[in-house]
């Protein structure tokens, strides 16, 4: 099922006030981020609705909360099969997902996998990122706080 109609705009906030509005509210099930550019907001939908077909939708985000598509399920993916769904040829990530009910990309959508090479973007200095499972960086332990914090 085509889900564009819920995204006429990308913004994240844009989004969230139509599943408020149009279906009862949400819950936030998980937010997992791949990498310092992709995150993945999975919600609960309130109430069932005919024009949805799952109560489950993972909203994959840029990380100015660009919504970049949207993924609708029965049951809650699992956060690496829903990543072998995206990059099946990266070997860190397996697992079957539920089926996928509905799905919209927006124009802003670009191929995810691109992010997780070594060679995938990153603005923090190769010293202070460390690589995560399936590629994409994140702070490592030997960030510097940030000015202020920690410090006394």
């Known amino acids: 099922m085509d889900l564009a109609f819920l995204v006429p705009r990308t913004e ?16 936030v099930l998980d937010h997992w981020r791949q990498g310092e550019f992709h995150h993945d907001v999975v919600l609960q939908v309130e ?3 005919p024009d949805i077909p799952g109560r489950v ?18 049951d809650l993916p699992d956060r690496w099969a829903l990543w072998h769904y995206r990059c099946p040829e ?13 799905s919209a990309r927006t124009k802003i959508w670009y191929d995810p996998c691109g992010l997780l090479g070594e060679d995938g973007p990153s603005e923090l200095r190769p010293e202070y990122r460390q690589r995560m499972r399936g590629g994409g960086w ?15």
């Open 90 to 102: 990266n070997p860190e990530f397996s697992g079957e997902l539920p089926s996928l009910l509905g």
């Open 12 to 27: 994240l906030t844009s989004l969230l006030e139509v599943v408020r509005r149009k279906y009862g509210g949400y819950h």
């Open 57 to 74: 939708l993972v909203l994959g985000t840029n990380c100015n909360g660009g919504i970049k598509e949207v993924l609708c399920f029965a």
């Open 47 to 49: 109430h069932p609705h």
């Open 138 to 152: 994140c702070a490592s332990e030997a960030m510097p706080p940030e000015r202020g914090q920690g410090q006394e």
